[in-house]
């Protein structure tokens, strides 16, 4: 199968930058869309923002303007960088990815806590 393994998570002031990283592992036939998605205490899971193998992006509202998601087609790796983090950007952050064979696999998730 797919494993998909986030990194970079941690503890930020707010108004610093965080970025975070999933890289893909196991059998891979092809990845179509990846997306990071968060989950804030108490809160439903969302989708912070997205990106297709072509290179198409898409954003929540509130990240745009302050996040920038991008991807490594031949490593197999997604990155979101996160810059005039809030701490309402804190929360679990989780890497989603649509495979060709396996369908979706989500990623154990990486913790960001962005402090006042």
């Known amino acids: 199968q797919v494993q998909l393994v986030e990194s970079g998570g941690g503890l930020v002031q707010a108004g610093g930058s965080l970025r975070v990283s999933c890289a893909a592992s196991?059998?891979?036939?092809?990845?179509?869309?990846m997306g990071w998605y968060r989950q804030a205490p108490g809160k439903q899971r969302e989708l912070a923002a997205s990106?297709?193998?072509?290179?198409?992006?898409n954003y929540a509202d509130s990240v745009k303007g302050r996040f920038a998601i991008s991807r490594d087609n031949a490593k197999n790796t997604v990155s979101l960088q996160m810059n005039s983090l809030k701490p309402e950007d804190t929360g679990v952050y989780y890497c989603?990815?649509?495979?060709?064979?396996?369908?979706?696999?989500w990623g154990q998730g990486t913790l960001v806590t962005v402090s006042s």
């Open positions: 989603r990815a649509e495979t060709g064979w396996y369908g979706v696999v």
């Open positions: 990106i297709t193998r072509g290179g198409t992006t």
């Open positions: 196991g059998s891979i036939f092809s990845i179509n869309r």
